[in-house]
C-alpha cells in the first residue's frame, strides 16, 4: 500500500523559510519521481517542483531561485526547502507519486499525501 505522509509546514513570516518532508513507503516500481504541489483557496492546485530517481528537478517559474526539491534514497523521503516565503505561498502542499518523462513529471492519480498547511504572514 502507497503512503505519503507530509510534515513540516507552519506558520512563518513573510522572508523566512520552511523544509517539508514527503516521507514514502510502499511505491511501486512504476513510481520514479516524487512532485510537490500546492493548492490555496479558490485556486487550482498546481506542481510547484519535481524530482526523479536520478536527481533531476524541475520548478514553477513562480519558485526557482527560492525553493529546492531534494532526496534521500536511504530514507524513502523528499524535501523542499522553501526559502524567501511570499504571502503569495501561502497554501496547502501536497506530495504525489508518479512518473518523470521527457523532462517533465507526470502525476498519479492514485497517489497523494494528506497534505501539510504553509501560512506565510505579511
Known amino acids: 500500500q502507497v503512503q505519503l505522509v507530509e510534515s513540516g509546514g507552519g506558520l512563518v513570516q513573510a522572508g523566512g523559510s520552511l523544509r517539508l518532508s514527503c516521507a514514502a513507503s510502499?511505491?511501486?516500481?512504476?513510481?520514479?519521481?516524487i512532485g510537490w504541489y500546492r493548492q490555496a483557496p479558490g485556486k487550482q492546485r498546481e506542481l510547484v517542483a519535481a524530482i526523479n530517481i536520478g536527481g533531476n528537478t524541475n520548478y514553477a517559474d513562480s519558485v526557482k531561485g527560492r525553493f529546492t526539491i531534494s532526496r534521500d534514497n536511504a530514507k524513502n523521503t523528499v524535501y523542499l526547502q522553501m526559502n524567501s516565503l511570499k504571502p503569495e505561498d501561502t497554501a496547502l502542499y501536497y506530495c504525489?507519486?508518479?512518473?518523470?518523462?521527457?523532462?517533465?513529471?507526470?502525476?498519479?492519480?492514485?497517489?497523494w499525501g494528506q497534505g501539510t498547511q504553509v501560512t506565510v504572514s505579511s
Open positions: 504525489n507519486a508518479g512518473t518523470w518523462y521527457g523532462g517533465n513529471y507526470y502525476h498519479s492519480r492514485d497517489y
Open positions: 510502499g511505491i511501486p516500481f512504476s513510481i520514479n519521481a
